[in-house]
């Protein structure tokens, strides 16, 4: 259902220089230099295999190996399985192909994010759950289990008498219960296998050209018969992505964590996690026929000397960002559709997000499916009970398909009323399109905005009709449009009257458009992220010598009373600039990642 | 036989029964009696003594039309040869647009300094004057003196002394803001009117003028414009404040970067740096805590 609404192609943005510069600033910061060596390799060169890996890094191996491990286990790099195709003498090689996750490592600046919204919908168990998950990047329900127990044991300890809210720590009981409810809201999803082919190529709409159907027993057939198998294999783990293991569903939860209740420590685990999937890159040569998590499982299990029966111990579990954003994205959508044509419409608008949300893969989608008004209307009703529903639901949203904007498409009746189907970028732009405004105006001025307004309603002008309808001397225009245009936000185009475009005898014509306006706002944003983060770093290293004593165990109180005023001015200036990373983060959820 | 004043003076009745010009042949067939001769030395006399001037014909280049001055004009053309006369021409076929010095040249085949010998003539015998242009601040053109000229050349109500205007357009936007915002909803021709009330402008400002600003007002997003039906069943369009505000100020600009003339020049490593960057020192030196 999913796959029949077409994704679309992913803005250039989240995968150009300044996201892979911050990329590398954010997994250094965590993972330390070695991950940033392997990684800056990866965004380098590309999708490549573990021998291609080792030479362009020029790593010694052990190095390159824990280095990719880690990676892994953060879900920072993905692996994917190409099986080539079979030759006369047999079945094809197949190896393992990795790949930077970019747009994940960029999103782990949200994570604080993640947290407050978790926090607010599901209360402090399930965020631990979910902090754990994000503090280990890929873990059992096993780990998870045993690492929630333990902090919220070590919570009581050191909070008793002080501001416990008196809550006794969740037993295994409640936290598979709020496991299993966020995996049924997507929050978090199996990690996709090992095994998986790498994805298909993406090819711009304009450059798909009509293949005819190959003959039968060419070569193209079977390309095409891969093909169609490999997207079976995706497909599949589309299918089981959220789905919970039958022991976990509805077996003895009580059993499973009493098992695992006094199994060592989550750092231990997460080590152990993390030596099971060691293995994977020398078993990579051999035959692979189970999944990376079912190996890792299986040596887990197998060092344990524990029965391997269970499927809930060979899954491996990690948080679903695009839940997330998708959640984010619709809450900007409500509010902007709320701002436009008020609350009515905000609601109507906010049901049909609810009552298309089982259909999401990700949170790029292009147009939502078909909606029936009872379908949502009922999925409002669900979720906020029978106060938001508009009296007038069907009105309500054949008014909005009636807009000029035309983000909402009537699609006659069926079996639940009246039917619609939503145009998500359409609405996302009218909100991007205000913040790109607003960031004009505030970098170019008042007048600044005036011509690129101008010019995006217009189309294209020259530069003597730009200074006349927008009613400012020659000289100014002149200066903001040169201004613009070397910012990237309006382009040029020369119209020559004879062929050797002698300036004389050429037309110059100004343009603003959306689409490029808007991504390079987003390459700016990035950029900007990675000049906050590379300031907070450096005002890091400055003070480095105060943050050493403050951690110094034993230090006196009269020290610590000398430097009072130092202290607080590098506690002031890196959480301004952690506040204002943060709020850029949410800008570029807005612009990049939905 | 009649006399050669009483040719002239019978040319000249004919002419005036055609101001728009008339051509020879015409003239021949109201004038049957006229031999041809005495008609060329009266047409002759009358030309030198400017009551008379001959044109080319506008309908057919190739043949000419002569048409009666008017009374006052041969008192105002006295003593002007037959050059000035072209200059004075070509001044006037140019209308309220006006004439570039150079552009004369070209059409008379006067050498410049002749040219502007005659201009000095003509204009101090009021004849002429000269506008300045605000499309070509150094170029002067010329036009008859009793013409008002073009709003191209003046560049409407919006320029002052030859300048652009831009106090003018700020309180005319100011204006027409507070009476919006006051109505919370207004026409086209509500806005004129009030403007026209308020006496602000010197010039009568018509109603595309006030469009112009009202244009304006739309592109800063202060205003935004809805499409009503009116009694009549038109629809007219009605302005308003926007439902939609643009955001004063959003995550990005209000940090040094999103703001930084140097933006593209920054580089870790090099002059302009976020390091070294004296946007971000600033901005971290306000905290106070």
Known sequence: MAQAVAAPLPLPANRGPYAARLALKLVEEALGPLCRAVLKCLLDHGMQQYGDLARTSKLPQPQLRAGLLVLIQHNYVNVYLKQEPPTLRGPGPSYSLYEAALPRILQGLRMPRFLTYIMDEHGPTSQQLICTLLEHGRLRWDQVLGAVTEAAAKQEEGEDGEEGDGSPPPTPDVVLNQFRSLVIERFIERVPPCTLPPPAKQVHPNARKKVATPKPGSEEEAALHREQSEALVRQAYQEERFQLPADLLGGQPGKAGDEYAGSGKAGDKRKRGKDAAGEEPAKKKGRKKADAAAAAADEATAAGGKDGEKEAESVLWRVNYDEFNRRFRNEVIVETVKAKYGQDAGNAVLGLLLANARFEASAQTGETVVLGVNEISSALRRQYGNDLVPEHLGEVLSELSEDVLQFLEAHGHGPGGEQFVMNIPQVLNLARLLELESVVRNKFGEHGMRIWRLLFATGQLEQKQVSDMAMLTKEEAREKLYAMLKAGYVTLQDVPRTADHAPSRTFYTWRAKLEPALARLSSDLYRAAGNLHARLMHELDRNQELLDMLETPGISDAMIQRRTAEIAKLKAVTSRLEAALLDLDAQICIFADV | ?289
């Open chain 2, 1 to 289: 036989m009649t006399s050669k004043k009483a040719v002239e003076e019978m040319i000249l009745a004919v002419c005036r029964k055609h101001p728009e010009g008339i051509q020879d042949t015409l003239l021949e067939k109201e004038l049957p009696d006229v031999p041809v001769n005495d008609r060329a030395q009266a047409i002759n006399a009358l030309l030198s003594s400017l009551k008379l001037q001959i044109l080319v014909n506008p309908a057919d280049p190739s043949s000419h039309i002569y048409k009666a001055n008017s009374i006052g004009d041969a008192a105002r053309f006295k003593h002007l040869n037959a050059e000035d006369m072209l200059v004075y021409q070509c001044i006037q076929a140019a209308g309220n647009m006006g004439i570039w010095t150079r552009d004369m040249k070209q059409r008379t085949n006067l050498p410049q300094p002749k040219i502007n010998k005659i201009l000095k003539q003509l204009e101090e015998r009021l004849l002429v004057k000269s506008v300045k242009s605000v499309q070509n601040a150094s170029r002067k053109v010329y036009m008859l003196y009793e013409l008002e000229p073009a709003k191209e050349l003046t560049g409407g109500p919006w320029y002052g002394e030859n300048a652009f205007d831009s106090e003018f357009i700020s309180v005319l936007q100011e204006a027409t803001m507070s009476y919006i915002k006051s109505r919370s909803d207004a026409t086209l021709s509500d806005i004129v009117r009030f403007i026209k009330e308020t006496g602000i402008s010197k010039q009568a400002l018509q109603e595309d003028d006030v469009q112009r600003i009202i244009n304006t007002l739309d592109y800063d997003g202060k205003i935004e414009g809805m499409e009503v039906e009116d009694d009549d069943g038109d629809m007219v369009i009605h302005y308003r404040l926007p439902l939609m505000r643009v955001p004063a100020s959003t995550a990005f600009t209000s940090i040094p970067c999103g703001v930084c003339p140097v933006f593209t020049e920054c580089v870790e490593g090099g002059k302009i740096s976020p390091q070294t960057c004296v946007y971000y020192q600033s901005w971290l030196d306000q905290l106070d805590f």
